[in-house]
């Protein structure tokens, strides 16, 4: 028994020896893996990141507007929630494109557009008043909207434009032509050109009073066509599959309605407002 006891207990030492060098090879194997994965807290910082993309905030229009006439309230009112919804749209579009384009993605995308929206809505507004009154002037400038992120401003301090149906500075030419004059590639060719239904040829008999504001419309949605197809040109590449519906055609709609509509409103004012203009709004996209 005294010799084989020291036996016993030598087996039981190589073998707790084994164990633990299985133990141990089984920790650096873990150690080994750990290594490779991504640390949580950085994953959970990261997916913050993308579900916190900002939020856009616009200029409060209802707090600029003068005293506003009984008979134009419900259509003011239904223009200042139309405000609204424009901007938890964008906010909502700012979401779900997280991480799409490139550096200017967010302005000529979802800012841009929604500036557009909001100066025809805003101008809606003004004209409402100024059938029962004087029409406000200026509220213009609060049609621009910026993107926070963190409190910073990422949407810069650009100034809302005139959208009356009398000025845009963007050129025709934007089009593009089917060859440069240096004959490189044509990237409008490769975008696609936007093609919108014809206004013009629509219209009944227009007032003579009503002329000038109808052709300045006229010549509004003309511009409207080239800005579309320069920013169809300017982010060729970005985005999705819906992203020229939901960042160009989508927008340019808008705008044609709205442009549409005040040519509408111009010829009703001396004779009978026309009607099923809208059908002519909606543009498409052609290869």
Same mark, same amino acid.
């Given at each position: 028994m005294s010799r084989a006891l020291p036996k016993y207990n030598k087996r039981r030492v190589v073998f707790i020896g084994g164990a633990a060098a299985v133990v141990l090879s089984g920790a650096v194997i873990a !150690? #080994?893996?750990?290594?490779?994965t991504p640390d949580k807290s950085s994953t959970a910082q990261s997916a913050r990141t993308l579900a916190d993309p900002g939020t856009i905030t616009c200029p409060?229009?209802?707090s600029q507007l003068p005293a506003v006439p009984a008979s134009a309230q419900a259509e003011v009112d239904r223009n200042?929630?139309?405000?609204d919804t424009q901007i938890a749209e964008a906010n909502t579009r700012?979401?779900? %494109?997280?991480?799409?384009?490139?550096?200017?993605?967010?302005?000529?995308? $979802?800012l841009g557009p929604l500036k557009d929206k909001r100066v025809s809505t805003i101008d809606r507004i003004a004209i409402s008043i100024g059938r029962q009154g004087t029409k406000p002037t200026g509220l213009d400038s609060l049609a621009a909207c910026t993107l926070n992120t963190g409190g910073t401003d990422a949407g810069g301090t650009e100034t809302g434009g005139t959208d009356t149906g009398a000025t845009d500075t963007a050129t025709p030419s934007? %089009?593009?032509s089917a060859t440069d004059a240096a004959g490189g590639t044509? *990237?409008? *060719?490769?975008?696609? %050109? $936007? #093609?919108?239904?014809d206004v013009k040829s629509q219209l009944p008999a227009v007032p003579a009073s009503a002329q000038a504001e109808v052709d300045r419309n006229l010549t509004l949605l003309d511009t409207q066509i080239a800005e579309a197809n320069k920013?169809?040109?300017? %982010?060729? !590449?970005? !985005?999705?599959?819906n992203f020229v519906q939901n960042a160009i055609l989508g927008p340019l709609k808008d705008k044609r309605v709205s442009t549409i509509e005040r040519i509408a409103i #111009? $010829?009703?004012r001396q004779g009978t407002k026309p009607t099923g203009l809208d059908s002519l709004a909606a543009c498409t996209l052609t290869k």
């Open positions: !150690g #080994s893996a750990l290594a490779g409060d229009v209802k200042l929630t139309l405000l700012l979401v779900d %494109t997280v991480g799409q384009g490139g550096a200017n993605f967010v302005q000529n995308a $979802i934007a %089009t593009a044509d *990237t409008t *060719t490769a975008a696609g %050109t $936007i #093609s919108c239904p920013r169809l040109v300017d %982010t060729v !590449g970005q !985005g999705g599959a #111009s $010829i009703g």
